[in-house]
């Protein structure tokens, strides 16, 4: 065997197999977890801001959040306050799945 | 999918399809890997960093200018994190030591184990550059212009780095270069 062929055959020595689950199983993997992070910390961000709104509509309504709870709660029912908790929280459920996923990535 | 080209998979991919992402992984993942085996002359720490760049370009597809240059774009992205890697040098040393054990397990048929040690320390005594050239283009096949644009150096550069590695690993094999 020439030099020539013995080189050749060492740097052919170092290439990767063709196919490998184990790499490309780790790679999903990967890929997967931080895809997971991002939905979180946009959910997080979503369910804050609600959570900031709701707090805002009921100190608008000069409710006492603690002894008044419920009766926020009757008296939001039936008025646009409520309507728009709804479309805040429909939001908050439906808008990461309807945006392109590349967006929350 | 598998026969869609890389701009289509591209494409797709930036639209949000992990599928078309793992199509191109698939695609591009044995010589990349290749690639950085030849570079780091450490398989372990080359996986480690082909899995860094496969995620770096996922993240990053939407600064890919040409999406049928997804390939070149993809081995840049490999060769600037092995210079990243270069600059950890505990964890580089370990993996040395690592990898010096276990060269006699891949020592290719036709090579004695001396010439096989020979051949490795004249491959470790080549700067990064000469190592990165000869594994694209000598173990690869790659067109000096190709490696050019992957490396980022003149293609003038890229003959003189194959030229004198070459020589150099001929010569450890006891050779005229």
Redesign the interface.
Known sequence: ??????????????????R?PA??A???E??AR??FGARLRWHAVIAIAVSAILYGLLKASGLNAVNSAAQFATDMAGTPGLALAAIIVTAAVFLPRIL???LI? | MQNASDTDLVDAARKGSDLAFEQLALRHSQALRSFLRGVCRDHALADDIAQDTLIRAWQRLDQLRDPAAFKSWLFGTGWRLVAEARRSAGRRAKREQDWSDTTEQVRPEGISPEEAIALEAAMKELTPDQRACISLCLAGGWSHGEASEVLDMPAGTIKSHIKRGRAKLLAALGGDA
Not at chain 1, 5 to 13: E, G
């Open positions: 065997m020439s030099a020539e062929n013995k080189l050749n055959a060492f740097l052919q020595a170092d290439k990767a197999p063709a490998d790499f490309v780790r790679l999903e990967r890929m931080i895809r392109p996923t590349n990535r």
